[in-house]
């Protein structure tokens, strides 16, 4: 089992920005990927960003690409996601998940383990 606690969402205005972290405890090393999915109300949850564990390489969605930045902290196990330039379309509950598989997908019921979500809200 892996246990994943987000943190570091808020409110923000457009064009500011907020990091959101991602802790990750118990058996990490059956991880081969952890990301960062978001679902606004009415909609289904959607990819955005992932980072491969072993070698740092990352995937994002397009419509956050120069403006999001996914890294790993190796040691602390722990996902950041700085988000800048921030838009009212970015609101959302955002999720961390991780992915035991080898092989990268965008499917969220893809992914084996989900952390709580954490509220990210951009007023315009």
């Known amino acids: 089992q892996v246990q994943l606690v987000e943190s570091g969402g808020g409110l923000v205005q457009a064009g500011g920005s907020l990091r959101l972290s991602c802790a990750a405890s118990g058996r990490t090393f059956s991880s081969n990927f952890m990301g960062w999915f978001r679902q606004a109300p009415g909609k289904e949850r959607e990819f955005v960003v992932a980072?491969?564990?072993?070698?740092?390489?990352?995937y994002y969605r397009d419509s956050v690409k120069g403006r999001f930045t996914i890294s790993r902290d190796y040691a602390k196990n722990t996902v950041y996601l700085q988000m800048n330039s921030l838009k009212a379309e970015d609101t959302a509950v955002y999720y961390c998940?991780?992915?035991?598989?080898?092989?990268?997908?965008?499917?969220?019921?893809?992914?084996?383990?989900w952390g709580q979500g954490t509220q990210v809200t951009v007023s315009s």
């Open positions: 980072i491969r564990w072993s070698d740092g390489n990352t």
């Open positions: 998940a991780a992915r035991s598989s080898p092989f990268f997908t965008v499917i969220a019921a893809t992914y084996d383990y």
